[in-house]
């Protein structure tokens, strides 16, 4: 079936260092990959997608690129902020649908 | 332009209660969603609609029953509470059904059964 793996977290980083978030999905056909954010009391929101092989999302600084030969949409960002303190959720949304499967979740903790 | 907005925000029920969550977005979105978030298993989908009087099942469908009155709302019943459905419930709505289309979620409603 279809589903979406995370690393387990919590992460914790300091503020100016370099984050990876793996993900790793098995799926039918052809989704489009995305990241959401929730922050602390707050619904989710996209942070980015990409919708077909070799694409890269990017956006706030973060990136994630579609690896369909590693089945992989890994989330990188150069240097982290406080702000950037949150739950990140990789997704993936099958062919000719709406709906989406969602990874566990990482919370990233960034400290000043 | 309020987005997704979900009525409680918080509510505690005695095992067997009832209670509706309510779901609304002004922005003319034709699909809505709910989903169950638990520690450690992200979000997965209870049900859904892909436009107004309609209403399907999702993967964790049991103990809950939805309607899509109208096309803005969309409503989460639980007819008897169980401590399993102890969670926090989001609701999303998307402009169209395809694999890339974005969900704009609300800010959910943290929902325990005791």
């Known amino acids: 079936g279809n589903s979406v793996t995370q690393m387990e977290g919590p992460v914790t980083l300091s503020e100016e260092a370099f984050l990876t978030i793996n993900c790793t999905y098995t799926?039918?056909?052809?989704?489009?990959l995305f990241w959401y954010v929730q922050y602390p009391g707050e619904g989710l929101q996209l942070l980015l997608k990409a919708t077909k092989a070799d694409d890269k999302g990017s956006n706030k600084g973060f990136e994630a690129t579609y690896r369909k030969e590693t089945t992989s949409f890994h989330l990188e960002k150069g240097s982290v902020q406080v702000s950037d303190s949150a739950v990140y959720f990789c997704?993936?949304?099958?062919?000719?649908?709406?709906?989406?499967?969602f990874g566990q979740g990482t919370t990233l903790q960034v400290k000043p | 332009n309020a987005g997704v907005t979900q009525t409680p925000k918080f509510r505690v029920l005695k095992t067997g209660q009832s209670m509706t969550l309510l779901c609304a977005q002004d922005?003319?979105?034709?699909?809505m969603y709910w989903y169950r978030q638990d520690p450690g298993m992200g979000l997965r989908l209870i049900h859904y609609s892909v436009g107004e009087g309609t209403t399907a099942k999702g993967e964790v469908p049991d103990g809950y029953n939805v309607s899509r009155l109208k096309k803005q709302n969309f409503l989460l019943g639980l007819e008897s509470a169980a401590p399993s459905q102890t969670s926090v419930y989001f609701c999303?709505?998307?402009?169209?059904?395809?694999?890339?289309?974005?969900?704009?979620f609300g800010p959910g409603t943290r929902l325990t059964v005791l």
């Open positions: 799926a039918t056909g052809y989704p489009s």
């Open positions: 997704a993936l949304s099958r062919s000719n649908t709406g709906k989406l499967i």
């Open positions: 999303a709505s998307s402009y169209e059904w395809d694999t890339y289309n974005e969900q704009f």
């Open positions: 922005m003319n979105h034709e699909y």
